[in-house]
């Protein structure tokens, strides 16, 4: 009887789990739709700056009518920071671009060792390879962007 006990337990667990995950995940959608992804910014602009730039176009995004508006705005007219127009692009945000997402309701990831053998490792050792290669790309590309700005700074 124990054992069937905590076995009920564990499944009524999982599905208090699940309903959390489906909650995180909805409001995590929520907040995509209300979200806008400005490219070409200096790593160096803080929110405080980006939100009185956004300021120009109304409040900071409340829905995803305001959004939409805020990426055609972008598009239409420049960007003023500090009174100076910025090339920047926008486009609306989707779910991948927030570290910070929880999984997705129903979706289980597996993790298992890979043998020298098998039919996948290939595949694998040349994803893992090209994962830090990128990584290295990435931080080579934003430390070469911060010393053209520190320069670009040096000689304004």
Not at 53 to 69: K, P, S, Y
Request: hydrophobic share 40%; aromatic share 8%.
């Amino acid at each position: 009887v124990l054992v069937n006990c905590l076995y009920f337990g564990e499944i009524y667990f999982l599905h208090l789990m699940e309903a959390v995950f489906e909650e995180e995940y909805a409001a995590l959608e929520n907040k995509v739709k209300r979200s806008v992804y400005i490219d070409n910014l200096s790593p160096l602009v803080k929110e405080s700056v980006i939100k009185a730039a956004l300021d120009q176009f109304g409040n900071v995004i409340q829905n995803a009518d305001e959004a939409r508006t805020i990426i055609s705005e972008i598009r239409n007219s420049p960007f003023m920071i500090s009174g100076m127009p910025r090339p920047v692009r926008a486009r609306p945000a989707v779910v991948e671009m927030f570290d910070d997402r929880p999984r997705k309701p129903d979706r289980m990831i597996m993790c298992y060792w890979l043998k020298s053998n098998e039919p996948d490792f290939e595949v694998a050792t040349k994803m893992k390879r090209t994962v830090r290669k990128h990584v290295k790309e990435a931080n080579f590309l934003l430390k070469r962007q911060l010393e053209e700005e520190e320069q670009l700074a040096k000689e304004q």
